[in-house]
């Protein structure tokens, strides 16, 4: 690495520490801010997603080579870490720090996207079979269960069977479309509950339509797990890409994605564990801060805890 790369690397820590910093600041006013940093994780969580969410955006300023660059295949094959390469090299002479830089964004924007296609999904079908109930209610939650009951993983196997390797924004859409059923669940518990309220009678009473009445009303009232599922989603959604990519049917290589990261270097376990354990690294820490955000945003959005 060069002597800008490790001052933009040094500089991408010292901005995630100040985000963590100015977000308790500015929630400070709040009891629900005050709660989500009383967690013991959550100031952690906040400050590992802003430290990679920095390095993906910024991968170009944090790292000396492109991520597909073989630098010398015979040389430089599989070298240990050292201070020109701070994660050392792959299989095919690359800069491993470089690649978990770049990886950042696919695996990041994957997880992203595919839990903002799966809540979208989800809050749309829980909101709606939660308000109508009845026959509604009973259809789309068979279809429901219907889908929870599927393995995933198969479902995805068969999709990619049947299209070939999905392009990137495909593969983000089959996963989106398979990650809904349990937000769905969650939604209509709350909406069948959020309904039953004055306040959602009163809109009914003065003509107000069904969808005005579910978006204006009824899903700004449930907003709370809403919140936490996604939080939490991402993580999982983050992992099954890793996984489809370790397997070689999601991201494509030389693309570089955490999970195909650690399927190149999987037969080098034993001589060259650093290409397997600093991508693998990277998908723990993120997975455990969503996971710790997650469990922060549920502290702190808990009504129960207003009226203590």
Same mark, same amino acid.
């Given at each position: 690495?060069? #002597?800008?790369?490790w001052?933009?690397?040094?500089?991408?820590?010292?901005?995630?520490?100040?985000?963590?910093?100015?977000?308790?600041?500015?929630?400070?006013?709040?009891?629900?801010?005050?709660?989500?940093?009383?967690?013991p994780?959550?100031?952690?969580?906040?400050?590992?997603?802003?430290?990679?969410?920095?390095?993906?955006? *910024?991968?170009?300023?944090?790292?000396? $080579?492109?991520?597909?660059?073989?630098?010398?295949?015979?040389?430089?094959?599989?070298?240990?870490?050292?201070?020109?390469?701070?994660?050392?090299?792959?299989?095919?002479?690359?800069d491993?720090?470089?690649r978990v830089?770049y990886?950042?964004?696919?695996?990041?924007?994957?997880?992203a996207?595919?839990?903002? @296609?799966?809540v979208?999904?989800?809050?749309?079908?829980?909101?709606?079979?939660?308000?109508?109930?009845?026959?509604? &209610?009973?259809?789309?939650?068979r279809? @429901?269960d219907?889908g #929870?009951?599927?393995?995933?993983? $198969? @479902?995805?196997?068969?999709?990619?069977?049947?299209?070939?390797?999905?392009?990137?924004?495909?593969l983000?859409l089959?996963?989106?479309?398979?990650?809904?059923?349990?937000?769905?669940?969650?939604?209509?518990?709350?909406?069948?509950?959020?309904?039953?309220?004055?306040?959602? *009678?009163?809109?009914?009473?003065?003509?107000?339509?069904?969808?005005? !009445?579910?978006?204006?009303? @009824?899903?700004?009232?449930?907003? *709370?797990?809403?919140? !936490?599922?996604?939080?939490?989603?991402?993580?999982?959604?983050?992992?099954?890409e890793?996984?489809?990519?370790?397997?070689?049917?999601g !991201?494509p290589? +030389?693309?570089?994605?955490?999970?195909?990261?650690?399927? &190149?270097?999987? +037969?080098?376990l034993?001589t060259? +564990?650093?290409?397997?354990l600093?991508?693998?690294?990277?998908?723990?820490? !993120?997975?455990?801060?969503?996971?710790?955000?997650?469990?922060?945003?549920? &502290?702190?959005? &808990? +009504?129960?805890?207003? *009226?203590?």
């Amino acid at each position: 690495m060069t #002597l800008q790369a490790w001052f933009a690397l040094l500089a991408a820590l010292a901005l995630a520490a100040w985000a963590v910093g100015a977000l308790r600041r500015r929630t400070a006013r709040h009891e629900a801010g005050r709660r989500f940093f009383r967690h013991p994780t959550a100031a952690w969580g906040i400050g590992i997603l802003a430290f990679f969410a920095i390095v993906a955006v *910024a991968a170009p300023l944090v790292t000396s $080579f492109d991520p597909r660059q073989q630098l010398d295949i015979v040389r430089l094959k599989n070298q240990p870490p050292s201070w020109s390469y701070i994660l050392g090299t792959d299989l095919y002479s690359r800069d491993l720090w470089t690649r978990v830089a770049y990886g950042a964004r696919i695996s990041l924007m994957v997880g992203a996207l595919g839990m903002l @296609v799966a809540v979208t999904l989800g809050t749309l079908v829980g909101a709606v079979a939660g308000y109508y109930r009845r026959w509604v &209610d009973a259809v789309l939650m068979r279809g @429901v269960d219907v889908g #929870l009951a599927l393995p995933r993983i $198969f @479902v995805l196997l068969i999709a990619i069977a049947l299209f070939g390797r999905l392009p990137l924004a495909l593969l983000v859409l089959v996963i989106g479309f398979t990650s809904w059923f349990g937000t769905s669940r969650l939604v209509r518990a709350e909406v069948l509950s959020v309904r039953e309220r004055d306040f959602v *009678a009163a809109a009914r009473a003065v003509g107000a339509g069904a969808a005005r !009445v579910i978006f204006r009303h @009824v899903l700004p009232n449930a907003a *709370a797990p809403i919140i !936490v599922s996604a939080a939490l989603g991402i993580g999982n959604v983050l992992l099954l890409e890793a996984a489809l990519s370790f397997l070689g049917i999601g !991201v494509p290589p +030389p693309a570089p994605s955490w999970g195909n990261m650690i399927a &190149d270097g999987a +037969p080098y376990l034993a001589t060259a +564990p650093w290409t397997t354990l600093f991508p693998g690294l990277a998908i723990a820490l !993120v997975v455990m801060a969503l996971n710790a955000v997650g469990d922060a945003l549920r &502290d702190a959005l &808990d +009504p129960r805890q207003e *009226a203590m």
